[in-house]
């Protein structure tokens, strides 16, 4: 009997039951790219749930999931937080110390758990005046911080497991399942609250416009997890049986499609942007003929990027958040052929 999902939590089971792919989540590690599977992934995610119960995090309460670049621990942490009632508060890298603060005090945040130093540091500056905050957990080792692996090893005893499935089965589409706060732009950042349902509808209606056989394909994901887009498509690739590659930085995109040879990844403009600029930057560095030939005509630079970048690794379809600032995306297309589709949030542009 397939299972019904109406909660983010069901998709990875969902997953197990239908694909139960031996790499669902894959992060580059010491140089080597490094597989979660759907049944790996599924047994940390409720160790993490009962070692959670276990320090005390009730329904309701607050963790907060600040990661620099997306990773497979990130993915872990928000299925166990979701499957206990617990709410998953992601939270921007690059914000301020003092939006810090604010987001921890308004979100009443318990628990947190991030990447790195850099993120420890601003975390431990402001922990003294958020009087909610309990511990603070990394990912990386990291000297003086308790590691996530604490909580995995309290949650490797399963005596509370019929604690957790209990509380699972409680959970309603309408609970509140996440609060995104807004980057800060023009103001306090301001707390989004969204439900099961609001997610999990968006998941199901994106599914027909996925234009790949399903659990057979892979995506490299970049764009940060923080953001709803991205997570969104997460939960989408639970439910579609693809394998996910975790880019190591922008600066590694084009290495790692070259890696993995996905056949789908997400991007906003500014993401081609970049990896554009800094191509023109590497030609500018040239001198004499090499120079000239190099920008010999901005079209063909255009059009050697789109093909090394796309079609050489195979990038067959190409998803884009909004539709703005998408000429450069439009003229690849259009000169090279170099995808077959490009797949908008608010609709798709065949070609």
Same mark, same amino acid.
């Given at each position: ?5 109406? &909660? ?35 047994? =940390? ?15 309701? !309460? ?40 604010? %987001? ?26 958020? $009087? ?24 490797? !005893?399963?005596?509370?497991? @019929? ?7 409680? *959970? ?15 103001? &306090?950042? =301001? ?17 027909? &416009? ?5 659990? #057979?394909?892979?995506?490299? $994901? ?28 922008? !600066? ?24 554009? !600029?800094? %191509? ?10 090499? @120079?000239?030939?190099?920008?010999? #005509?901005? *079209? ?15 990038? $067959? ?5 909004? #539709? ?9 297309? =259009? ?17």
């Amino acid at each position: 009997m397939s299972i019904e999902i109406t &909660r983010l939590f069901d998709f990875a089971y969902f997953q197990q039951e239908k694909y139960n792919l031996e790499k669902l989540y894959t992060d580059k590690i010491k140089g080597e790219w490094v597989s979660t599977s759907t049944k790996e992934f599924i047994e =940390k995610g409720n160790a993490i749930s009962r070692g959670l119960l276990k320090l005390g995090v009730k329904p309701g !309460d607050k963790i907060g999931l600040i990661s620099s670049t997306n990773r497979t621990e990130w993915n872990i942490l928000d299925f166990g937080i979701s499957q206990i009632g617990a709410i998953n508060i992601p939270i921007y890298p690059t914000i301020s110390k003092e939006d810090y603060e604010y %987001i921890f005090n308004h979100a009443e945040i318990t628990h947190c758990f991030l990447s790195d130093q850099e993120l420890l540091e601003k975390a431990v500056a402001i922990q003294k005046n958020v $009087s909610t905050l309990k511990d603070i957990y990394s990912f990386d080792e990291i000297e003086n911080c308790k590691n996530w692996q604490e909580v995995l090893d309290l949650g490797s !005893d399963k005596s509370n497991q @019929k604690e957790v499935d209990t509380i699972k089965n409680t *959970i309603k589409s309408s609970d509140l399942a996440t609060i995104i706060y807004t980057s800060g732009t023009t103001g &306090r950042p =301001k707390g989004v609250m969204l439900s099961h349902h609001n997610i999990v509808s968006n998941v199901i209606d994106c599914m027909p &416009r996925l234009p790949l056989k399903l659990g #057979d394909f892979k995506a490299l $994901s970049f764009l940060p997890v923080c953001h709803i887009f991205e997570r969104m498509l997460h939960y989408l690739y639970q439910y579609s049986g693809c394998e996910v590659y975790f880019a190591e930085g922008i !600066d590694k995109i084009g290495e790692n499609l070259k890696e993995i040879k996905p056949q789908f990844m997400t991007v906003v403009p500014r993401l081609l942007e970049k990896v554009f !600029d800094g %191509i023109i930057a590497k030609g500018s560095e040239l001198t004499g003929i090499k @120079k000239m030939l190099f920008f010999f #005509d901005h *079209i063909f630079v255009q059009n050697e990027y789109s093909k090394s970048i796309l079609l050489e690794n195979k990038v $067959s379809h190409v998803s884009v958040a909004g #539709d703005t600032r998408v000429d450069r995306v439009l003229e690849i297309q =259009k000169n090279k052929r170099s995808f077959d589709e490009i797949i908008f949030f608010k609709g798709t542009l065949k070609f």
